[in-house]
């Protein structure tokens, strides 16, 4: 039950929900990949709020290996949450994320480390074969991997792989939610992180469920849209609303000037001209639009204030150095 006595180079982050068929194993495998990097490392393992006995389990874990911590938290939260509490906890210059269900493989890490090391800030592992089915997960996974490369303009193969390795410094400013933890190399991305795709190995989930359907799909395909959003307009959110205002205001203008044209100078009523109601919807909504703008701007100051706020609440840790952990938590 010691404490792993120096400040660790490499965190490494292991969201469990419900796996406590999977622990065992995945402690042995990833305190041997772990003890063969030859760096002070630590293994976080955040409890994203598990029914069964996972908590025992990762305790059990943290007695057996002195690298390994946990964080438990009071509720399910979620992948993303529980990454971004690992992230909160993590001391390591480099962080690595890992599936707590064997799918990744620990040893993968080593050559993360290596391709790092050439000069990157984030490795991100792909899939390249990939253990789970064609028809709800591999699809899927294609199309919402082409349409973030596209819209984000970071390319990679496979954003939904967990096991990938970054420098703190491009994970500890950021805020996560929903299922964003997949467009965190994106994120790092806009931060100007240099970014590294490397072939990882993949394994069919031997035991436990897997915590997700189809649904995620639409779930990630609507953070997109957020995250979009938040890099293109996330300082000055009136440049989109104000735009598209001033476009409808200026269309609602002109048309107007073309209904009062033609009562004056041709004679047509207004009560014949149609285009008279659509010049004053394009007005109406213009004007909405710019006061959604402002709103947005408010929105934005009331968030850069208050973005401290975490999006999870921690009931208990274990094997931390007590003052560190309240200094985090
Ligand atoms: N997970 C979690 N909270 C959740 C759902 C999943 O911490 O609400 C963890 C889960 O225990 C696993 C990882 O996230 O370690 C990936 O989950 P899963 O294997 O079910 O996803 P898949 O590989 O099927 O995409
Ligand atoms: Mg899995």
Known sequence: MSQSPAK???????????EEENLPAL???????????????EVILTDDGSTDGSYEQIVALTRRYPEFKAVRLGRNAGQTAALSAGIKYAGGELIACLDADLQNDPRDLAKLIGKLQEGYDVVSGWRKDRKDAWLNRRLPSQIANSLISWITGVHLHDYGCTLKLYRARYL???????????????????????????????????????KYGISRTFKVILDLL???FMDAYMGKPIYLFGGG??????????????TLYKKFFLGIYVKDQPLFQVSIFFLLVGFQLI???LLAEILIRVYFD??????????????FDPKLAEVRG
């Open 291 to 293: 006061l959604l703008g």
């Open 226 to 228: 957020t995250v979009k």
């Open 306 to 319: 208050i973005k401290d706020k975490p999006s999870y609440f921690v009931r208990e840790t274990a094997g």
């Open 172 to 210: 500890k400013p950021l805020r996560l939610y929903g299922e964003m933890h997949r467009f965190v190399p994106a994120f790092a991305g806009f931060l100007g992180a240099r970014i590294a795709e490397l072939p990882v190995n993949h394994r069919p989930r031997t035991k436990g469920t897997s």
């Open 245 to 258: 205002g001033i476009v409808m205001g200026l269309l609602g203008v002109l048309m107007a000037a073309a």
């Open 8 to 18: 660790p180079v490499l965190s490494v982050l292991i969201p469990v929900y419900n």
């Open 27 to 41: 402690g042995e495998e990833v305190h041997a990949a772990v003890k063969d990097l030859g760096m002070t490392a």
